[in-house]
T-cell receptor, first 114, second 115 residues
Framework: AQSVTQLDSQVPVFEEAPVELRCNYSSSVSVYLFWYVQYPNQGLQLLLK??????LVKGINGFEAEFNKSQTSFHLRKPSVHISDTAEYFC????????????FGTGTKLQVIP | KAGVTQTPRYLIKTRGQQVTLSCSPI?????VSWYQQTPGQGLQFLFEYFSETQRNKGNFPGRFSGRQFSNSRSEMNVSTLELGDSALYLC??????????????FGPGTRLLVL
């Protein structure tokens, strides 16, 4: 069974500083990896995803993530955060089966400090 | 294109009651998944429906059930409510043809409070 671990439950960072949100997954089969963002009182929105190919994935709002198979990691990065990036971020892994079953991490709350 | 809609947005029920939540997917999407989100457990997969059939199920008791209609709209039912069922219930839709690599589109959720 898959599991997704987000190592930090909360990450405070000053505005315009860089940030990295960490995610590790465990799986013995191929996985598809996602980062979603949840703003207060809203559903989740896709930031980016890795299916195959280039290990550096670029997403919306200036975010990017790097797939590292040897370390089973998929960390999310942004070189300069903005107040509007304050939200909760979820790392997720999709199963390689033909059905939709996604395992989510427990989330990381990013707090951008002005 | 309209997004995923969920009704109602908020619900207050008492223990022992039952509740039905509704989800309308994005037009053309045939897969609807349901998740329970709580502060302690995070997002947990409940089940997925595709073309009116339950295709996958998470580890929840039988009190949690669902169905999907021919227009892909889905309902989730929770019977004999318990205090621990208080949560944000999220619905997500996707085309349903490419399995776990598909992007899911989430609705705003239904917040259920059980007293």
């Amino acid at each position: 069974a898959q599991s997704v671990t987000q190592l930090d439950s909360q990450v405070p960072v000053f505005e315009e500083a860089p940030v990295e949100l960490r995610c590790n997954y465990s799986s013995s089969v191929s996985v598809y990896l996602f980062w979603y963002v949840q703003y207060p009182n809203q559903g989740l929105q896709l930031l980016l995803k890795y299916l195959s190919g280039s290990t550096l994935v670029k997403g919306i709002n200036g975010f990017e993530a790097e797939f590292n198979k040897s370390q089973t990691s998929f960390h999310l990065r942004k070189p300069s955060v903005h107040i509007s990036d304050t939200a909760e971020y979820f790392c997720a892994a999709g199963d390689s089966g033909g059905y939709q079953k996604v395992t989510f991490g427990t989330g990381t709350k990013l707090q951008v400090i002005p | 294109k309209a997004g995923v809609t969920q009704t109602p947005r908020y619900l207050i029920k008492t223990r022992g009651q039952q509740v039905t939540l509704s989800c309308s997917p994005i037009s053309g999407h045939r897969s609807v998944s349901w998740y329970q989100q709580t502060p302690g457990q995070g997002l947990q997969f409940l089940f997925e429906y595709f073309s009116e059939t339950q295709r996958n199920k998470g580890n929840f008791p039988g009190r949690f059930s669902g169905r999907q209609f021919s227009n892909s709209r889905s309902e989730m039912n929770v019977s004999t409510l318990e205090l621990g069922d208080s949560a944000l219930y999220l619905c997500a839709s996707s085309w349903g043809l490419a399995g776990g690599q598909e992007t899911q589109y989430f609705g705003p959720g239904t917040r259920l409070l059980v007293l």
